[in-house]
């Protein structure tokens, strides 16, 4: 690991000037994902801003109903508490499936949505990798690609975004509060908030410079029944080959995002209304650019096995 300085930052304005000033610095609450790549070199951050202490941690109702979750809510808070388990169950089964008990109590909301791929070649420092060092290629292609992404991949980048959260928060409309380095704030789209990776794909969110994310808001709770299935190696402590999270209505109509098969969460509106007519019509739009490699071409058949046993749940 580098050498590197460290401060507690006061205030959350504070923060973002110092990131917006120092393009060598990094915000670290939970550290679940950067201290590991800090460690390996991947990440070489000069200057750590903790913003443990910015009281970002409530999680609290709108005035319309809706949920607003602060950006240093660990994830074990969020998956236990009340109102998500009650409203939002989609969202707190996805946290129940990622990581172990022990990354949930550090992890935090901001930090699950800003965590970066597990590609092997990214991890793997002799490999060349476009995301870690851009222009330099992609291993992935022609190399290992069981895990890899089967639809909005590119020819610089075929890795997977990793977290279990935000393939909930996608499936509902979750949006993203920011403040930026001139002090304004900004709401995202979680649907715009990740970037598909073209040629850049060490860019992996729309967030500018400095830009730090405060709390990320749910809508109203939406009703029927909330499912998030993932399918994995091994029973736990595994990242996802992929995954379904739905919200199915009695008529059967629903939303559905899926992980593991993108660059960033999955979801095709469009493929929400043949839901009701069953899985393989709702595959057959969700991945209907898909582009597998002869390794991962399973992922196609197990996306529409997987939401066919979702269906099923849902209707009893």
């Given at each position: 690991m580098r050498a590197f300085t460290y401060e507690r930052a006061s205030s959350v304005e504070a923060a973002v000037q110092t990131a917006a000033g120092n393009r060598e610095a990094k915000f670290i609450a939970g550290g679940t994902n950067l201290l590991d790549l800090m460690k390996l070199e991947i990440e070489t951050p000069t200057h750590l801003i903790d913003v443990n202490g910015l009281g970002l941690d409530a999680i609290e109702t709108t005035a319309d109903g809706g949920l607003r979750i602060?950006?240093?809510?660990?994830?074990?808070?969020l998956a236990s508490h009340e109102i998500v388990r009650r409203d939002y169950g989609l969202l707190s089964r996805a946290l129940l499936a990622g990581a172990s008990g022990q990354l949930r109590n550090k992890a935090t909301t901001a930090g699950n949505l800003l965590q970066r791929t597990r590609c092997p070649y990214f991890y793997d420092?002799?490999?060349?990798?476009?995301?870690?060092?851009?222009?330099?290629?992609?291993?992935a292609i022609g190399?290992?690609?069981?895990?890899?992404?089967?639809?909005?991949?590119?020819?610089?980048?075929?890795?997977?975004?990793?977290s279990d959260m935000a393939i909930a928060m996608r499936a509902l409309d979750a949006v993203v509060e920011t403040v930026k380095a001139d002090g304004s704030r900004?709401?995202?789209?979680?649907?715009?908030?990740?970037?598909?990776?073209?040629?850049?794909?060490?860019?992996?969110?729309?967030?500018?410079?400095?830009?730090?994310?405060?709390?990320?808001?749910?809508?109203?709770?939406?009703?029927?029944?909330?499912?998030?299935?993932?399918?994995?190696?091994?029973?736990?402590?595994?990242?996802?080959?992929?995954?379904?999270?739905?919200?199915?209505?009695?008529?059967g109509k629903g939303r559905v995002a899926v992980g593991g098969v993108a660059h960033k969460p999955w979801r095709v509106e469009a493929a929400e209304a043949e839901l009701p007519k069953g899985a393989r019509a709702t595959a057959t739009i969700l991945l209907a650019d898909a582009r597998p490699t002869e390794q991962n071409r399973f992922k196609v058949d197990l996306v529409e096995r997987t939401l066919g046993a979702v269906i099923a749940e849902a209707r009893g």
């Amino acid at each position: 690991m580098r050498a590197f300085t460290y401060e507690r930052a006061s205030s959350v304005e504070a923060a973002v000037q110092t990131a917006a000033g120092n393009r060598e610095a990094k915000f670290i609450a939970g550290g679940t994902n950067l201290l590991d790549l800090m460690k390996l070199e991947i990440e070489t951050p000069t200057h750590l801003i903790d913003v443990n202490g910015l009281g970002l941690d409530a999680i609290e109702t709108t005035a319309d109903g809706g949920l607003r979750i602060g950006a240093m809510v660990r994830n074990t808070d969020l998956a236990s508490h009340e109102i998500v388990r009650r409203d939002y169950g989609l969202l707190s089964r996805a946290l129940l499936a990622g990581a172990s008990g022990q990354l949930r109590n550090k992890a935090t909301t901001a930090g699950n949505l800003l965590q970066r791929t597990r590609c092997p070649y990214f991890y793997d420092t002799n490999h060349p990798c476009n995301k870690r060092q851009p222009g330099s290629g992609c291993s992935a292609i022609g190399g290992f690609s069981r895990l890899h992404a089967v639809v909005g991949a590119s020819d610089a980048c075929i890795a997977t975004h990793p977290s279990d959260m935000a393939i909930a928060m996608r499936a509902l409309d979750a949006v993203v509060e920011t403040v930026k380095a001139d002090g304004s704030r900004n709401a995202v789209p979680i649907a715009t908030f990740h970037r598909l990776p073209g040629q850049t794909p060490q860019i992996e969110t729309v967030l500018d410079q400095g830009e730090f994310i405060t709390a990320v808001v749910l809508p109203q709770p939406l009703g029927g029944k909330h499912i998030y299935r993932k399918v994995r190696d091994r029973a736990s402590y595994a990242f996802a080959l992929i995954s379904v999270a739905a919200v199915i209505q009695p008529d059967g109509k629903g939303r559905v995002a899926v992980g593991g098969v993108a660059h960033k969460p999955w979801r095709v509106e469009a493929a929400e209304a043949e839901l009701p007519k069953g899985a393989r019509a709702t595959a057959t739009i969700l991945l209907a650019d898909a582009r597998p490699t002869e390794q991962n071409r399973f992922k196609v058949d197990l996306v529409e096995r997987t939401l066919g046993a979702v269906i099923a749940e849902a209707r009893g």
